[in-house]
């Protein structure tokens, strides 16, 4: 968890600056993220589930 915790503050940080231009977050908000953040990092019932992403190539047929 602490890995993961790390993981999700650290892009929430790198996003922050656009977030607060944008209104989307405030500096309160974002400061009780990285609280809450930094206590689940230690808590044996706290878990964090990344997105999934999914990727596919596809190849256009030679023409004939």
């Given at each position: ?42 808590d ?11 990727s ?9």
């Amino acid at each position: 968890m602490r890995q993961s915790a790390a993981m999700g503050a650290a892009v929430y940080r790198s996003l922050l600056p656009l977030a607060l231009k944008f209104g989307i977050t405030t500096e309160e908000c974002s400061q009780h993220f990285f609280q809450m953040a930094s206590e689940a990092q230690d808590d044996e019932n706290s878990y964090v589930l990344w997105p999934l992403i999914i990727s596919v190539w596809k190849r256009k047929p030679d023409s004939e």
